[in-house]
């Protein structure tokens, strides 16, 4: 199969397009035809030399996203799966290639509104963005959600995923043209952080009540100011 694979530690240069030996799915595996790979931070990273990819995945194939058919099933597969089937998921590496193998457990159908494009772009943002939402910060329709850094990946899928929930959303971002694009995805109120103060718009904008929910990338930078003493 062909794969996208890192030649050596460096940007764009050292990725180059081989041929190199198709996977086989083992025990409760499945085989992914790859129609699609998302590119993200961790990718370009990893082909600078400074995210080594885990345990068990190729070390030299980025692609930490996918969206593909289903190509071939392990032995042990017990989830009702079959070949042929649309689907996307992570992966701990192997996406940028023609076929990616993956746990059983790990592959999601695609919604059929979505084509392969859409939904190799939806895993690690979306699927993290609904995690700091809803599982851990069981977020409730109708509540205030302030989203730190709204022009990131999981940044701008927080702020949809608060916005079909019913939620007021304020934002920070240090480009206004980034606040104005955040709009059309829900973003209520948009703060420029370089010339603005986001808990003192907050705190007007709410009566003084605050957010029930802080979706936070940025840490130390802002935390005083997020988290009041």
Known sequence: MKAIVISKPGGPEALEVREVATPEPQGDQVRIRVR????????????????????????DIPGLEYAGEIDKLGPTVTE???????????AGGGGQAEYVVSHERMVVP?????????????????????DALETQGCAKPGQRVLVHAVGSGVGSAAIQIAHVMGCLVFGTSRTAEKLELAKELGLDVGIH?????????V?????????????????????????PP
């Open 193 to 201: 952080s370089n010339s603005e103060d986001f808990a003192d718009l």
């Open 80 to 90: 009702p799966l079959k070949v042929g089937d649309r689907v996307f998921g992570i």
């Open 110 to 130: 695609i919604p059929p509104k979505l084509d392969f494009e859409q939904a190799a772009a939806v895993p690690e943002a979306f699927f993290t963005a609904h």
């Open 36 to 59: 699609a790979a998302g590119l993200n931070r961790a990718d370009l990273m990893q082909a600078r030399g400074s995210y080594p990819a885990p345990p068990g995945v190729p070390a």
């Open 203 to 227: 705190r007007w904008h709410t009566n003084g009540q605050g957010v029930d929910l802080v979706i936070d990338f940025l840490g130390a930078p802002r935390w005083r100011a997020t988290w």
